[in-house]
């Protein structure tokens, strides 16, 4: 696993006002998740709208990183999953 996605996850989970051991509500996580995606769904339009004006703005590194923690929170949490088809590839 990722070192830098792994401590942002970790990051994720603790400023959170989560209830104990979270992933295991599947309703607590979806709920999470989604704010999350929204929150970086927006830094990226302003990262976009910001580039285009020529200023700096959120970068889409950590937008990246943010990114790949979400999935992993998914993961984890088992709402996202992989079917075998995928892993074979």
């Given at each position: ?6 401590v942002s ?33 927006h830094r ?46």
């Amino acid at each position: 696993m990722d070192t830098v996605a792994q401590v942002s996850r970790e990051e994720l989970l603790a400023c959170s006002d989560l209830p104990d051991e979270p992933l295991r509500d599947p309703v607590i996580m979806h709920t999470y998740l989604l704010g999350r995606v929204h929150g970086v769904l927006h830094r990226l339009l302003d990262w976009g709208v910001r580039a285009e004006l020529g200023e700096a703005g959120s970068r889409p590194t950590e937008i990246a990183v943010d990114l790949g923690a979400l999935f992993q929170l998914g993961f984890d949490a088992g709402l996202i999953r992989m079917t075998s088809a995928a892993v074979d590839e």
